[in-house]
Nanobody, 119 residues
């Protein structure tokens, strides 16, 4: 199972970016998918998550600015980021909880995509 994240880049404060993360490989199902970020000198932190049924959880620091969504048919999760601030600068990682019969649940991570907010 592989998760491929894309969509990062350099953007000015107040700008927008949309991250995508597509899961590929052989698996039975994917449950919760999420986005995390790790800023310079900081620990990795949760940004937002979404269940297979579409229930979302977004941290307070990005509430109202970031929106997580998913296309379950395509096994893809998105993060729409608006009104970006310099403090949103970080490497953004996606993850997904994958279920396979006989293996149970395993969490897989994408490779990370850099988001830099700067004028």
């Amino acid at each position: 199972v592989q998760l491929q994240a894309s969509g990062g880049g350099l953007v000015q404060p107040g700008g927008s970016l949309k991250l995508s993360c597509a899961a590929s490989g052989t698996f039975f199902s994917i449950g919760v998918m999420g986005w995390y970020r790790q800023g310079p000198g900081k620990q990795r932190e949760l940004v937002a998550s979404i269940t297979k049924g579409g229930t979302t959880n977004t941290v307070d620091s990005v509430m109202g600015r970031f929106t997580i969504s998913r296309d379950s048919a395509e096994n893809t999760v998105y993060l729409q980021m608006n009104s970006l601030k310099p403090e949103d600068t970080a490497v953004y990682y996606c993850n997904g909880v994958v279920f396979n019969p006989g293996q149970g649940f395993r969490t897989y991570w994408g490779q990370g995509t850099q988001v830099t907010v700067s004028s």
